[in-house]
């Protein structure tokens, strides 16, 4: 898969979560949460939304919709508006 393809990829993803982040996480392969040991709390969360080919996660961390495919990755940026809406739903479900 080629980088341009990668990255068609991850603005799908990017897509749907815009659309309806609720039923992105509802799917999500897996989610993991962040914790800062310094500060306390969530630092963000990676959530696996696929696996095989490609590999893509939404990290809230970063901000980023992060792929890989072999050797390639690439990643987009997501809103903060977007992030914030992710980790509220987040943290509604996940203690």
């Not at 898969?1 to 996480?25: A, F, P």
């Not at 980790?87 to 203690?95: F, G, Q, R």
Request: charged share 25%.
């Amino acid at each position: 898969m080629s980088k341009e393809r990668l990255i068609e990829k991850l603005e799908v993803v990017y897509d749907e979560l815009s659309e309806n982040t609720q039923e992105v996480i509802e799917n999500a392969l897996e989610v993991l949460k962040i914790i800062n040991l310094t500060h306390g709390g969530t630092a963000g969360y990676i959530i696996t939304v696929a696996t095989g080919g490609p590999h893509i996660e939404i990290n809230t961390r970063d901000g980023l919709i992060q792929g890989w495919w072999g050797a390639d990755y690439a990643d987009i940026s997501i809103p903060w508006h977007l992030v914030e809406e992710i980790e509220n739903a987040l943290s509604e479900v996940i203690a």
